[in-house]
């Protein structure tokens, strides 16, 4: 899985794995896309306006969470 941020645009994608030939794209809604494999299996999810869409009480950040481990790694979202 790979979370790609661009600050200058405000757009995450989540990719959960590498896209085929053929992709489907779903608007789910207007901050919202799901691209879909032929068999119904999500390769990736795209927020349009990630920095309100990610934002919490602590700002737009994104906290990764290894739960084996426990390890926590916070990442800021801020505007450029």
């Known amino acids: ?7 200058r645009h405000h757009i995450a994608y989540i990719r959960l794995r590498e896209k085929g030939a053929e992709v489907e794209t779903i608007r789910i809604s207007d901050g919202l896309d799901i691209d879909l494999a032929p068999d ?3 390769y990736g999810i795209e927020l349009l306006n ?9 700002g737009a950040s994104v906290v990764v969470w290894n739960e084996q481990p ?11």
């Open 40 to 42: 119904g299996s999500v």
């Open 1 to 7: 899985m790979q979370l790609t941020y661009d600050p």
């Open 50 to 58: 990630a920095n309100l869409q990610l934002s919490g009480t602590e």
């Open 70 to 80: 426990q390890l926590r790694k916070q990442i800021s979202l801020s505007e450029a």
